[in-house]
């Protein structure tokens, strides 16, 4: 690629224009576009479909019952050393 649109897609992402030029109207509009124009549905999660929703919701449902099964393998680690610590000290 040549500089010329690296140097453009920097000054984008990192928001090098100088207040009042009209690149910079420019980038405020697309932003004031984007945040009246999206729908709703999109920010409160009414967006994704049902089966969406139950794909989500059963793989955080996943991760939630492997948390606890780690949870409880280190909890029962916990319990075997506190009991070899009490037989020691017995």
Request: charged share 30%; net charge negative; hydrophobic share 40%.
């Amino acid at each position: 690629m040549q500089k010329g649109p690296l140097r453009a897609i920097a000054r984008v992402i990192f928001w090098r224009f100088r207040r009042g030029s009209w690149q910079y109207d420019i980038m405020c509009g697309v932003i004031l576009l984007f945040i009246f124009l999206t729908p709703r549905s999109v920010f409160d999660g009414s967006f994704f479909s049902e089966t969406d929703e139950r794909e989500v919701t059963q793989d955080s449902e996943k991760e939630a019952v492997e948390e606890k099964s780690v949870d409880s393998e280190t909890l029962i680690e916990r319990v075997e050393e506190a009991e070899a610590q009490l037989n020691v000290s017995d």
